[in-house]
């Protein structure tokens, strides 16, 4: 497809198009006449998830390069793929360094767990660090209160891989667990505040 | 105490302390001499949620400040509480308007899970919007595929409430809940990819 019908099925504007191809963050199509170039589903799949990091969840040009470079690159090993995709998009935006016993305690947790994870994983950083925000506002929590939240969050986990359904692309499947990974979070946090809502409602007899 | 010590017990410097207090986000204290006042344990503890809210989930001053004016005005209402604090902080930065079959999705999901929630509850937004999107990413969800997410949210927002001991101050108990929906947030997420990762170690055989 020429570039216009490229821009008319994603919903992205020419100009961002060609800025995408530009900054590499899009291959470039197939050149068929002096300027002018064919594409065909893969960009156009790419640039929809491009679209996706960068609109939606406001992922800066270079980190979405960054992360779908990465996608490319790992796309043989699942396992691989998706500990980039863990460790690439940023899960929080905490700003206190965490306390060495937050940290510590973090371990506690996947350890009662029984979870196996990469020893610098960026969300054990955020979990320690949001511990020590809720200590210094006067909330008792410590990893015993989070272990049943850990028991349901290994439920969710299992529920997202299977929805990684095999496909004969092992890029295509490393997207999708890369838009799942990101576009499934706010759904998740919008679910538990409807929860929250109506469980409030049957607790105060509403 | 003075403003000096209430710096030093919050972490927040003198200058930003006065802002809060120009602001009207902080209430003034007992003024005692000419250009000197006393503040009390309420302000230290409303100083540390204002942290939160504007220095760890990024809200702006005048967001800050219409949360923490409501909570203080529904305090002894705790399911109105609820709801404010559910309302007031945003849920996602979604920017496609979702589709009216995505809206009418999510009521569909809502009735099979058997919930009650507001009927313009802006976390419902964020569930067609986010679903709108995926499938124009061509990931092939509906609200089926959401119910046992749901199922889930339910039993974190039931371990979310039974944190909310009773206190005999019900303006503790809101802020406690405000804290709580908020801070928790980036834990959860945060847990889900760990599990992710371990969910992920055990099916490839890492």
Redesign the interface.
């Known amino acids: 497809m020429r570039i216009s019908e490229l821009s008319r099925r994603s ?1 992205a504007p020419v100009a961002t198009i060609k800025y995408y191809l530009r900054e590499r963050l899009l291959p470039p199509g197939e050149t068929t006449a002096a300027n002018q170039a064919e594409y065909g589903e893969h960009h156009l ?1 790419r640039l ?2 491009i679209r ?1 990091l960068v ?2 969840r ?1 992922l800066s040009v270079s980190a979405a390069k960054e992360v779908l470079s990465g996608v490319s690159e790992h796309a043989t090993d ?2 691989q793929m ?2 980039l995709v ?1 460790g690439a998009v940023p ?6 360094e965490p306390a060495p016993e937050a940290r510590a305690e973090v371990d506690e947790l ?1 350890a009662a ?1 029984g ?4 020893e610098d ?1 960026p ?2 950083r ?2 320690a660090e ?2 020590s ?2 200590r ?4 008792e ?1 410590d990893w015993h ?2 272990l ?3 028991r ?10 299977d ?1 990684l359904r095999h496909t004969d692309d092992p890029l295509e499947q490393a997207e ?1 667990a890369l ?3 990101v ?19 049957r ?2 007899g ?1």
Chains 1, 2 share one sequence.
């Open positions: 919903g799949r929809r998830l996706a609109g939606v406001g699942m396992h998706l500990g863990l899960a929080g935006k905490g700003e206190a996947l767990a979870w196996k994870v990469t994983a969300a054990k955020v979990i949001n511990l925000t809720l210094s506002l006067g909330v929590v209160t989070l049943p939240y850990a349901l969050a290994h439920e969710t986990a299992v529920l997202d891989l929805q999708r838009v799942l990974t576009l499934l979070e706010p759904v998740l946090m919008a679910l538990r505040r409807l929860a929250q809502e109506d469980e409030s409602a607790r105060h509403v």
